[in-house]
């Protein structure tokens, strides 16, 4: 899987459709990585990134003291991956090693890319005025990478408890919308 | 099609996915429809919504001033009113009535439930430290309302200039998560 680096001012057609993400941060020699469903795009360029990690996760304290990230998106290939890290706390297990993920060095931030991902955000916390209410964070993604095989990935949305949507097709419709 | 109430404690699997909304609110006797990508849950019970209502959109006068909206979930037979809804402004166009769309009146809010949508979340704005920055309000589903006919709902989800995936089958995975 050869990436290519991504416009960031098309960032924003990988997430606005909700998929699954794999937040990678590393904290201290340690990194770790959690599934999150709790996102959306806030602006196109920069592209920022709002998203909700709990203070119940072992990634909080990372993202707080590091204040970087990697949102990494899965596919349907990767739905035990997925489930595995969103089954286990980072505090016991590595789940790169367990759950066959791949750390790859970022260019901008500390932590990893995976490297079976179809894509790749490093991104850096950028306001946490909602951080204490509501764990709520605003990343601006520095760095984008993309797999260009990938045309229409069958990504992964999470309906709750065990279900999950994977992605169809994708239809063309005369929107002028960006 | 009959809607029932449906539990609160549930909402967060309907969005998500995240599927492309439609986002209604009344302000001086006039009801308005705008189509929205950028929303995340930000909390299980009461559930809290986040989205990005742009200042150009005619629909944030009416959200800031009402401070209630109802977001709207259709499905792809509603494609082409979704992109319309995107390609119009409400300064100029009833919407509902270009569209083919039905308003039904909401039980806790001003603003109107769209009939032809499987589901309705009546919301009000509950949080906007965010607003002036970027234009993101936090808000809290008062009441819902759900088709139970509709299983598997085939949610339209934005990829950017036109296309949109849609939801394909959905997968049962042993997720110990909420």
Not at 30 to 38: E, I, L, Q, R
Not at 144 to 159: I, N, Q
Request: proline share 7%; hydrophobic share 40%.
């Amino acid at each position: 899987m050869a990436k290519r680096a991504y416009p960031l001012s098309k960032v924003y057609g990988l997430l606005e459709p909700g998929p699954v993400l794999l937040l990678t941060t590393a904290h201290r020699g340690h990194a770790n990585v959690m599934a999150m469903s709790w996102h959306t795009m806030m602006e196109f360029e920069p592209p920022l990134v709002g998203c909700v990690v709990s203070g119940r996760d072992f990634s909080f304290a990372a993202l707080t003291a590091t204040r970087q990230c990697v949102l990494n998106i899965p596919t349907v290939e990767l739905q035990l991956a997925v489930v595995g890290c969103g089954n286990s706390s980072g505090r016991r297990v590595d789940k790169f090693e367990r759950f066959g993920l791949t750390p790859v060095p970022a260019s901008t931030v500390d932590a990893p890319l995976i490297a079976e991902c179809y894509a790749n955000l490093e991104c850096r916390v950028v306001d946490t005025r909602l951080m204490n209410r509501y764990n709520f964070f605003v990343l601006e993604v520095q760095q984008a990478w993309l797999d260009p095989s990938c045309k229409d990935p069958r990504t992964l949305h999470h309906r709750g408890r065990g279900a999950f949507m994977v992605a169809g097709e994708t239809i063309k419709l005369p929107s002028k919308a960006k």
